[in-house]
């Protein structure tokens, strides 16, 4: 196994070539930061954004669009070409990816087919780093640790009482609808890529299902002819608007455009808008009004092909698919350093400094309501400034990472989904505070 040391200092390793890696890679070279190596197991940059057929690797589908607007979704040093559409397909996000890859001269930092197997912190607080690529094994020391792989990697799957006998697969292997032609099809979950799913399944099956557990607040991507995005922006810059005020136009403004959610077959959500993660969909909406797709509520239990539902209903169905969402797992680290507990906060002070380790970073760890990646832009300039010296770490994490905790921008439901939510235009201030070192 080879191995290598540069001199010491800030030599740097960066997990994950998506987007968080990216711009991770972009603010460390701004800062004067050049001995930095960023592995991706992927044969291209974009992370999840490269659309894969094979149902192994981590991929979006090939329906897949962006949620949130590209004005909220851009990075706010390069914007999206001008000829882009409101929600740009994920074909134009990887070109983006790329044209954002060679502007700012990355590529020669990444090494791509490169699996990270373990990092290791070594006594002397550096990180031993073992990797598996075209060349073969490898381990490598360097002096900081950023990770960039996203929480979007590791399946979580339910656990049902029974056994279902049909086809079985999680929305991470979703790619297209044409193996589930003429069957009857059962989507669970009521997120986006769960509502995305049903829709577009619902193209050529002969039945297409969704199963909610609860209500979720289920809001159009357009409001009054804009991005909903760019309506709440709107809304919160807005002179000092009370929070409670805020809630509740956007709350009758939803209302206004969807209209009562038992016409669609669903049920009430038990918390307001905005204290959970909204699923911005309008084409599920459109599905259930005409038909479409046929909701239903919890499962209770499994029996062969049968589903049987909390209201006591059973029904066959020849394939399920689990939209459920994921663990936050980063496997080739060791417990010791991420030993917090996945179904409560994340002991994280701005979702990324660790309260004991200086020398590693999490970007991208955080589920805006809103678009991940130039909140990320952000906290990859904060590391990248810490690593340079020129902001220095501050020295009550401990005391910051409790405050944090305890005063959620909003007061978010208490499920798993919800540990890493932030409100995109309260964490983007908190960031810039950093940044403009102010706290």
């Given amino acids: 196994m080879a191995s290598s ?6 030599r740097v390793c960066v997990v994950g070539a998506g987007p968080c890696g990216l711009t ?3 603010n460390l070279r701004a800062a004067g930061l050049h001995d930095v190596v960023c592995y991706d197991e992927g044969e291209a940059i974009g992370g999840n954004w490269v659309f894969d057929e094979r149902p192994e690797r981590h991929s979006v589908y090939d329906a897949t669009h962006l949620i949130s607007s590209k004005r909220l979704s851009e990075f706010e040093d390069y914007p999206m070409p001008h000829h882009y559409p409101d929600f740009p397909s994920h074909r134009q996000v990887r070109a983006y990816f790329e044209s954002y890859a060679a502007h ?3 590529m020669q930092f990444i090494r791509l087919e490169t699996r990270v197997v373990r990092a290791k912190l070594l006594p002397d607080l550096s990180w031993g780093v073992s990797s598996v690529g075209p060349d073969g094994a490898k381990e490598e020391i360097f002096d900081y640790f950023i990770v960039c792989s996203g929480h979007h990697r590791e399946p979580l799957m339910p656990d049902y009482s029974g056994h279902f006998s049909g086809e079985v697969l999680h929305s991470s292997r979703y790619r297209r609808p044409d193996i589930f032609r003429d069957k009857r099809v059962l989507v669970v979950g009521g997120g986006n890529s769960a509502c995305d799913i049903a829709v577009d399944i619902a193209r050529v099956a002969q039945k297409s299902c969704i199963s909610m557990r609860r209500g979720y607040h289920i809001v159009p991507k357009l409001m009054f002819g804009r991005p909903t995005d760019l309506v709440y922006a709107r809304l919160r810059n807005m002179v000092r608007l009370p929070r409670s005020l805020l809630q509740l136009l956007m709350t009758t403004g939803v209302q206004l455009s969807v209209g009562p959610l038992d016409k669609y077959g669903l049920q009430q959500p038990q918390t307001k808008l905005l204290e959970t993660h909204p699923t911005l969909n309008s084409d599920i909406l ?5 038909g ?7 499962i209770r239990s499994l029996e062969g092909n049968s589903v049987h539902f909390d209201d006591g209903t059973a029904e066959e169905f020849d394939a399920i698919i689990w939209a459920t969402g994921y663990h936050i ?3 080739f680290l060791e417990k010791s350093v991420v030993a917090w ?7 994280l002070y701005l979702k990324m400094m660790h309260r004991e380790i200086p020398n590693v970073f999490f970007i991208g760890l955080f589920q805006p309501i809103g678009c991940i990646w130039r909140l990320a832009d952000h906290q990859a300039r904060i590391a990248a400034l810490q690593i340079s010296g020129i ?5 009550d994490i401990s005391d910051r990472i409790e405050i944090e905790i305890n005063s959620p921008h909003w007061r978010f439901d208490k499920a798993l989904r919800h540990v890493v939510e932030v409100d995109y235009h309260d964490f983007r201030a908190q960031l810039l505070k950093e940044i403009n070192g102010t706290i």
């Fill in 5 to 10: 040391r540069e001199k010491p200092g800030h």
């Fill in 286 to 290: 459109n599905a259930l009004r005409n």
């Fill in 292 to 298: 479409k797709v046929l909701p239903r509520i919890g």
């Fill in 329 to 331: 797992r980063f496997p």
């Fill in 391 to 395: 902001l220095s770490r501050p020295d």
């Fill in 104 to 106: 700012f001269e990355l």
């Fill in 341 to 347: 507990d996945e179904s409560g906060p994340i002991p």
């Fill in 24 to 26: 991770a890679l972009k």
